[in-house]
């Protein structure tokens, strides 16, 4: 009963507590890049020191593991943690992962910044 409170408190003081733990899903790519693959995704959120934001971890699964894409990326949070966005310079493009989540489901895009192209739709639910 006492972790149930402690828990309610900490989401009631910081909404990006929803957000901690690990979401599964798939992400399709557009026509939009011929090399895209679709991938099954597995993102872990934590809470920085920092406010307003989280840490991602962006990974992937290759042949029924996991597989780390490269580090963190750093998402603006809004205040109700319902949205999340990250801009990213990779490679000379500069792309945008959004997501928007509805309790423990969340989708987004990546999109190209300079066209507003959509590069890959993704669908996650939190484990």
């Known amino acids: 009963m006492h972790i149930l409170f402690a828990a309610l408190l900490a ?4 909404p990006r507590a929803l957000l901690v733990g690990t979401w599964k899903g798939e ?3 557009t026509s939009v890049r011929p090399a895209c693959h679709d991938e099954i995704a597995v993102y872990h959120i934590s809470i920085p020191s920092k406010p307003g934001v989280i840490d991602m971890a962006m990974n992937k699964m290759i042949r029924g593991k996991e597989a780390e894409m490269g580090g963190q990326l750093e998402y603006k949070v809004n205040a109700d943690a319902t949205k999340l966005s990250a801009d990213i310079d990779f490679n000379g493009n500069h792309i945008r992962f959004s997501f928007t989540r509805t309790g423990d489901k969340m989708v987004g895009t990546l999109i190209d910044i300079p066209t507003g192209a959509v590069i890959r739709n993704i669908r996650l639910a939190k484990e």
């Open 27 to 29: 992400s399709i790519c």
């Open 11 to 14: 989401i009631a003081h910081d």
